[in-house]
Nanobody
Framework: QVQLVESGGGLVQAGGSLRLSCAAS????????MGWYRQAPGKQRELVAS???????NYADSVKGRFTISRDNASNTVYLQMNSLKPEDTAVYYC?????????????WGQGTQVTVSS
């Protein structure tokens, strides 16, 4: 079994900061990719930031220069530092981890954490 536990969402004023974390636990042999997605009301889920191949990062244009993704390999945790938050960043944020477990590669999603940015 694999579990992803997210934390760190909340309500913040525009210009403020939040840090999200997502810890993966369970029967994990290796992790291929880790990332953050978000889904605003009435919109499709979109990629925010991710690690794809090793240390290589990828960011949505809308968050470049404001958000930073990082990871702690020892604890299988991925973080998202969000600075200079804007009302349009309001969404439910989901972590996504692609990992190898029990002989197969699978993608897992966190439970989601609400981020609300007030103007």
């Amino acid at each position: 079994q694999v579990q992803l536990v997210e934390s760190g969402g909340g309500l913040v004023q525009a210009g403020g900061s939040l840090r999200l974390s997502c810890a993966a636990s369970g029967s994990i042999f290796s992790i291929n990719a880790m990332g953050w997605y978000r889904q605003a009301p009435g919109k499709q889920r979109e990629l925010v930031a991710s690690f794809t191949s090793g240390p290589t990062t990828n960011y949505a244009d809308s968050v470049k220069g404001r958000f930073t993704i990082s990871r702690d390999n020892a604890s299988n945790t991925v973080y998202l530092q969000m600075n200079s938050l804007k009302p349009e960043d309001t969404a439910v944020y989901y972590c996504n981890v692609v990992l190898f477990s029990y002989g197969s590669t699978r993608a897992f999603w966190g439970q989601g954490t609400q981020v609300t940015v007030s103007s």
